[in-house]
């Protein structure tokens, strides 16, 4: 009944791939790992690192664990471990993305004093008044004027995106970034639509909101239509 | 049962004192019965405006802390027979002597016997704000245009608005000077109200008429002429829930005036 193999290599163009069975146990698991990887003598004796894949399958692995297998791995040869993949997610870890995933809707305005902090991306429906702040862990997108501050991509995401039908704000911050607005600026220039984001040089740009359609394409999430 | 109104602004000297006097004044002149409360605490001075100062014999903490009775307290304005009345607050204590279910307590008591309760709050958002905000129905709040009593005036109304049982605040654009706002050295009306996102009660433009009627303690609300004092008074008319068109700040300023009239929808 036994000898299905728990650990299976497979040698693929982009290096290594471990696949670990899922319907044994962790301690089985182990055991099978260590004595597969201290006898396949046969690994060539060269000092060349080789990165490998872990894949686990259905099988939950907690980050201790994770560390284990990790470490099981690299003292036996010269492996390292690219990445664990597994077709399991905790509640949290799935809820976590799917906040990250969202837009947050908001229809008030924002005033001085205020702080408004969402995971995911923001829709402000209203102003930032000045001395009010804005911040989500995604995009930012304003319809009134963003006259206060705004940080968007704040747990360091540089892709995050800014924009406000009226952009005057006293401060764009994107991921580390920060920009000012300049000492003067002159009332008769329309501000309206625009967008920010980190251009290449590492610098928030702020740029026509048409602008953002080649700079962030993956904005655009819908699919199909015509 | 009555309503209690805070006049208040979030920054000192834009003129809550002065415009909780003649509120309370132009609400009286219209036959209601009316009780303005200082709640600036150590630093009272509604009493000066109205005249009223040597009256004083107990005073809010006195009333709070139960040294004498409500209408001990009370000093009554002898210009409208039985009208108007005066709840000052101490001069010799500080803020923290009230606590806000304490002023929440005792003006549930007044809008017993009142038609309105206009609490004067003082500058600020600590405990004298709160205090003054605690027992209110409603908020005025006052500004004048320049920059930075509005950012004020846009921190109070956010705090406002997280206030529960209170309804959302009405603005007045107190300290108007019509060239200044024509010249673009002031911000106009319609920037303002935009900004703050509030709805507008009043505007009532710069006089010294205002601060000369203040000195001699006879509010500018009393005199039927003066500019600023037709504003108070259409201010409690609207408190009152008529409809009165905004005033039109300078005769030759057509523009100014379509401006305003467009802003209420007039064409």
């Known amino acids: 009944m036994k000898k299905t193999q728990n650990v299976t290599i497979k040698g693929t163009k982009d290096g290594l791939t471990l696949h670990l069975d899922d319907t044994c146990s962790y301690a089985?698991?182990?055991?099978?790992?260590?004595?597969?990887?201290?006898?396949?003598?046969?690994?060539?004796?060269?000092?060349?690192?080789?990165?490998?894949?872990?894949?686990v399958g259905n099988r939950y692995l907690s980050e201790e664990q994770q560390e284990e297998l990790k470490d099981l791995i690299r003292q036996k040869r010269n492996l390292i471990v690219d990445s664990i993949e597994t077709n399991v997610l905790t509640m949290e870890e799935a809820e976590r993305l799917k906040r990250e995933g969202e837009i947050v809707s908001i229809a008030r305005v924002i005033r001085s004093g205020q702080v408004v902090e969402v995971t995911g991306d923001l829709l402000l429906i209203g102003d930032v008044n000045p001395g009010g702040t804005v911040k989500a862990s995604g995009n930012i997108f304003i319809m009134g004027s963003l006259k206060g501050i705004a940080h968007a991509g704040c747990e360091g995401n540089d892709e995050a995106v800014i924009t406000a039908s009226?952009?005057?704000?006293?401060?764009?911050?994107?991921?580390?970034?920060?920009?000012?607005?300049?000492?003067?600026?002159?009332?008769?220039?329309?501000?309206?639509?625009?967008?920010?984001?980190?251009?290449e040089n590492n610098q928030i740009i702020v740029d026509r909101l048409q602008a953002l359609i080649q700079q962030r394409p993956n904005l655009t999430r819908f699919e199909g239509g015509r | 049962m009555g309503e209690a109104i805070v006049i208040t602004s979030g920054k000192g000297g834009v003129g809550k004192t002065t415009t909780s006097a003649n509120i309370g004044t132009a609400l009286a002149l219209q036959g209601k019965r009316v009780c303005l409360v200082d709640t600036d605490i150590g630093l009272r001075n509604l009493d000066v405006v109205m005249g009223l100062e040597n009256r004083i014999i107990y005073d809010l903490v006195d009333v709070i802390q139960g040294r004498c009775k409500i209408h001990q307290a009370l000093v009554k304005d002898k210009r409208f027979e039985d009208k108007l009345y005066l709840l000052p607050a101490a001069q010799t204590t500080d803020k923290t002597a009230v606590e806000p279910e304490q002023m929440k307590q005792l003006i549930d008591d007044l809008k017993q016997d009142y038609d309105y309760v206009v609490i004067d709050c003082p500058a600020g958002i600590e405990q004298?704000?709160?205090?003054?905000?605690?027992?209110?129905?409603?908020?005025?709040?006052?500004?004048?245009?320049?920059?930075?009593?509005?950012?004020?005036?846009?921190?109070?109304?956010?705090?406002?608005?997280k206030e529960e049982g209170l309804e959302p605040p009405k603005l007045i654009i107190n300290r108007i000077r019509s060239h200044m706002m024509e010249s673009g050295g002031m911000m106009d009306v319609d920037e303002v109200t935009t900004h703050l996102s509030i709805d507008l009660?009043?505007?009532?433009?710069?006089?010294?008429?205002?601060?000369?009627?203040?000195?001699?303690?006879?509010?500018?609300?009393?005199?039927?002429?003066?500019?600023?004092?037709?504003?108070?008074?259409?201010?409690?008319?609207?408190?009152?829930?008529?409809?009165?068109?905004?005033?039109?700040?300078?005769?030759?300023?057509?523009?100014?005036?379509?401006?305003?009239?467009?802003?209420?929808?007039?064409r």
Request: overall charge neutral; charged content about 30%.
């Open chain 1, 28 to 55: 089985e698991l182990k055991q099978e790992l260590n004595r597969k990887l201290s006898n396949s003598t046969r690994v060539q004796e060269e000092d060349k690192l080789l990165s490998v894949k872990v894949k």
């Open chain 1, 166 to 199: 009226v952009m005057k704000p006293s401060q764009l911050r994107i991921s580390d970034h920060i920009n000012r607005a300049p000492d003067q600026i002159s009332d008769e220039e329309v501000k309206s639509m625009e967008c920010a984001y980190i251009s």
């Open chain 2, 128 to 161: 004298g704000y709160k205090n003054a905000v605690a027992g209110a129905d409603k908020a005025i709040v006052v500004t004048t245009p320049e920059a930075s009593a509005v950012r004020d005036a846009d921190r109070i109304i956010g705090l406002l608005e």
């Open chain 2, 201 to 266: 009660i009043g505007i009532v433009a710069d006089d010294e008429e205002v601060i000369k009627a203040s000195n001699h303690g006879k509010p500018i609300a009393l005199n039927p002429d003066n500019k600023a004092s037709i504003a108070y008074r259409n201010i409690a008319r609207r408190i009152l829930g008529e409809s009165v068109p905004l005033q039109q700040l300078n005769d030759a300023d057509k523009g100014m005036f379509t401006k305003i009239k467009r802003f209420f929808g007039v």
